[in-house]
């Protein structure tokens, strides 16, 4: 089945130490997303990509990076992790078509935790 | 996007309709409504997405009013599967953006 994979599901990182998430998806969708969902929120949207053009959502912190090397991946960067980034994160995909966005189909999460 | 207004929690007796209002009186005129849900530890699921008419697919129906200030979705025989956490989203299709507010915890009781 088409789908989209997060790995791994959960992830233990120290205070500071670099961290990166995957995201793979089978759907072929040009759109990919990242959310941070933290304990008993709403998940709230990061950036996202739409095939290689990287869109930032102007209050995620410099300390979340991404990468988009083809179509199939994505990939989460916490450059120095603090105790609030402790979360789940999301990933998403979507397509667009005739100049609107489809729903989006989403991954199981990652959820980070540091110490 | 539309702020949207949902009750924090509601409960539904196993077999029975659930029916999930959601109030989003500054919609604009090209701004579709969705619903997600989230069961518990896992990511959220689209379930429908309307504009103006009335929306049923095999998961649920959307009723929207005339005016487009709210909206209700209905679940037709709710299942203890079907506990989760509802979002009403008001999504402007061009933006993309998913603005996810408080939802509905949909307690479904046996």
């Known amino acids: 089945d088409a789908m989209v994979i997060q790995n791994p599901r959960y992830q233990v990182t120290q205070f500071g130490k670099p961290v990166t998430l995957s995201c793979s998806q089978t759907l072929n969708h040009n759109v990919m997303y990242w959310y941070q969902q933290k304990s008993s929120q709403a998940p709230k949207l990061l950036f996202h990509y739409y095939d290689k053009d990287f869109n930032n959502e102007a209050d995620t912190p410099d300390n979340f990076q991404s990468r988009r090397p083809n179509t199939s991946f994505c990939f989460l960067d916490i450059r120095s992790p603090g105790l609030g980034d402790a979360a789940m994160y999301l990933c998403?995909?979507?397509?667009?078509?005739?100049?609107?966005?489809?729903?989006?189909?989403f991954g199981p999460g990652t959820r980070l935790t540091v110490l | 996007d539309a702020k949207t207004t949902q009750p924090p929690s509601m409960d539904c007796a196993e077999g029975r309709a659930a029916n999930l209002p959601c109030n989003h009186s500054t919609i604009s005129g090209n701004e579709y409504v969705y619903w997600y849900r989230q069961i518990h530890s896992q990511g959220p699921q689209y379930i429908i997405h309307?504009?103006?008419n009335n929306e049923t697919n095999e998961m649920a129906s959307l009723i929207i009013t005339e005016d487009r200030k709210s909206s209700t979705l209905i679940l037709p025989h709710a299942t203890l599967r079907d506990t989760a956490v509802y979002y009403c989203i008001g999504d402007g299709g061009a933006t993309n953006k998913l603005i996810f507010g408080t939802g509905t915890l949909l307690a479904v009781q046996p």
């Open positions: 998403a995909t979507s397509t667009l078509a005739g100049g609107n966005y489809n729903e989006q189909f």
């Open positions: 309307g504009l103006k």
